[in-house]
């Protein structure tokens, strides 16, 4: 066990650094600690809720529930989400052991961070959040380059599907920069009418009660009780670490 521990504390030191590692473990020594601890603030409550958010994946009735906030134009959310949400997703999101809720806090130096939540809540509402999430993550690099998320979701999705999110997102006015696609020809009417935008404020919103200070911050919550919010990068050893410490109790 010594041993194992001491080579998983070296390589999170060396990706997480050592702030992110000890308040990991600072967390799960809390989990051991005050088990019988119910969290009964407002951010609690709206995480554990009756409403189902639409950007989630798996039971509502696992154990660990873990709300990420992120943009999908920022490098450290992609890394988190290439290397850690993936096999969390394959391994205990799957198996019903972790509901997985993203939340919307596009950052504003990104350019095109606002238009990116716009398509992947629009995937999210025809049923399609997972494939869309994963195109702009795997192809960051290319759409940031240019704003050209579109060419990404119409390869993720069948025609049909590309279809019914390109008509939710043709509601949406152009974001901070003032940039609007050619191909977008909106009307003043339409340009006033885009539910998505309002998903993602009310995910911002939120994400300023935390607060939020950098992306990606995730916060969990274990049988109805939470812990801080924790931001930065993590790596899957160490998050799966801390989920056993969880599990196990």
């Not at 394959?90 to 606002?114: C, Q, W």
């Not at 759409?143 to 599907?161: C, E, M, R």
């Not at 050619?182 to 009660?209: R, V």
Request: hydrophobic share 40%.
């Amino acid at each position: 066990m010594a041993s194992g521990w001491s080579s998983r504390t070296r390589l999170a030191t060396r990706i997480l650094g050592w702030a992110g590692l000890f308040a990991l473990i600072a967390i799960a020594a809390t989990a051991q600690t005050q088990k019988k601890s119910v969290t009964s603030t407002p951010a609690a409550k709206a995480a554990t809720s009756d409403e189902v958010p639409v950007k989630a994946i798996g039971s509502k009735s696992a154990p660990i529930t873990m709300e990420v906030f992120s943009d999908y134009q920022c490098p450290s959310c992609r890394l988190l989400y290439e290397q850690t949400l993936k096999p969390l997703i394959n391994e205990y999101v799957a198996t019903g052991k972790v509901y997985l809720i993203h939340r919307d806090f596009p950052l504003p130096m990104h350019k095109y961070s606002t238009d990116a939540a716009r398509w992947v809540n629009a995937g999210a509402r025809i049923g399609r959040y997972p494939e869309v999430e994963a195109a702009l993550y795997d192809n960051q690099d290319a759409w940031s380059a240019d704003g050209n998320i579109q060419k990404f979701v119409a390869a993720a999705l069948s025609p049909a599907d590309f279809k019914r999110a390109e008509k939710m997102v043709e509601t949406c006015v152009a974001d901070s920069t003032g940039i609007k696609p050619a191909s977008l020809n909106l009307t003043p009417q339409a340009a006033h009418e885009c539910s998505i935008d309002e998903a993602i404020a009310k995910d911002k919103a939120l994400g300023m009660t935390v607060p939020i200070n950098q992306t990606p911050t995730y916060r969990f919550y274990y049988k109805g009780q939470g812990y801080p919010p924790t931001p930065g990068y993590v790596s899957w050893p160490i998050l799966k670490q801390f989920f056993d410490s969880l599990l196990n109790q």
